[in-house]
C-alpha cells in the first residue's frame, strides 16, 4: 500500500512565524503535491515537483515555498504565516508515467490554524 | 480556465437506494478521470479511475466517463450510511509537459437509514 504521511494532525501558530510541514512517502513517487483545502473551494494546488530539487508553482503559490532535497521527501514551508493561510493542508504523491494514469495518493492532512 | 464542476448537494438518498454523483468538465482533451471519497476531517481516498468512454464497474461502484459530452459520473448502488461522505471529481487537464489535476469541489451524499 502506498504511504503518505505528514509531520503534524493539528498545528497552531502565531501570526508571522515560519512554519514547515513535512511530507514523506514510501513508494519511490517522483511526483510530489502540496494543496490546501477550504470549505466551498475545493482543493488547491499550491506547489508541486516532479524530481528532486524540482518544483513547480501551482495555482496559489503566494506566500508559500518548498523544497524537496530528497525524493521521498517534500516540504512546505509559510514564510511568515497569516491568518488567511488557516485551512487543510494536503500533500499527494504519485508516480510519474508515460501513460499519465496521474493517481495521486494522499496524506493524512495537516489541519493549520494561524491566531 | 480549466474547471471541473459538481452540485454540492447535499444529496440525500435512503439506505439500499442508487446514489448517482455527477461531474462535468471543460477541457476535451483530458484523459484520466478520478473518483475520491473524502469522510469529515479526513483526507482524500481514491475509489475509481477511469480513461475510456463507457463503464467501469468495481463492486458497489460504477463509474461513467462520456467524453464526448464532457460528462463523468459516479453510481454506488446498494447506498449504505457509511457512505456518507464528501465525493470528489478530478480530472486531468494537459499543461505543458504535464498532466494537471483539477478537483471539484465536492458532492455531500447523506444516506439515510
Known amino acids: 500500500d502506498v504511504k503518505v504521511t505528514q509531520s503534524s494532525r493539528y498545528l497552531v501558530k502565531r501570526t508571522g512565524e515560519k512554519v514547515f510541514l513535512e511530507c514523506v512517502q514510501d513508494m519511490d513517487h517522483e511526483n510530489m503535491f502540496w494543496y490546501r483545502q477550504d470549505p466551498g473551494l475545493g482543493l488547491r494546488l499550491i506547489y508541486f515537483s516532479y524530481d528532486v530539487k524540482m518544483k513547480e508553482k501551482g495555482d496559489i503559490p503566494e506566500g508559500y515555498s518548498v523544497s524537496r532535497e530528497k525524493k521521498e521527501r517534500f516540504s512546505l514551508i509559510l514564510e511568515s504565516a497569516s491568518t488567511n493561510q488557516t485551512s487543510m493542508y494536503l500533500c499527494?504523491?504519485?508516480?510519474?508515467?508515460?501513460?499519465?494514469?496521474?493517481?495521486?495518493?494522499f496524506g493524512p492532512g495537516t489541519r493549520l490554524t494561524v491566531l | 480556465q480549466k474547471e471541473v464542476e459538481q452540485n454540492s448537494g447535499p444529496l440525500s438518498v435512503p439506505e439500499g437506494a442508487i446514489a448517482s454523483l455527477n461531474c462535468t468538465y471543460s477541457d476535451r482533451g483530458s484523459q484520466s478521470f478520478f473518483w475520491y471519497r473524502q469522510y469529515s476531517g479526513k483526507s482524500p481516498e481514491l475509489i475509481m479511475s477511469?480513461?475510456?468512454?463507457g463503464d467501469k464497474e468495481d463492486g458497489r461502484f460504477t463509474a461513467q466517463l462520456n467524453k464526448a459530452s464532457q460528462y463523468v459520473s459516479l453510481l454506488i448502488r446498494d447506498s449504505q450510511p457509511s457512505d456518507s461522505a464528501t465525493y470528489l471529481c478530478a480530472v486531468t487537464f494537459p499543461s505543458g509537459g504535464y498532466n494537471k489535476l483539477i478537483f471539484g469541489a465536492g458532492t455531500r451524499l447523506a444516506v439515510h437509514p
Open positions: 499527494a504523491s504519485s508516480f510519474f508515467s508515460e501513460t499519465s494514469t496521474d493517481t495521486q495518493y
Open positions: 477511469i480513461y475510456s468512454n
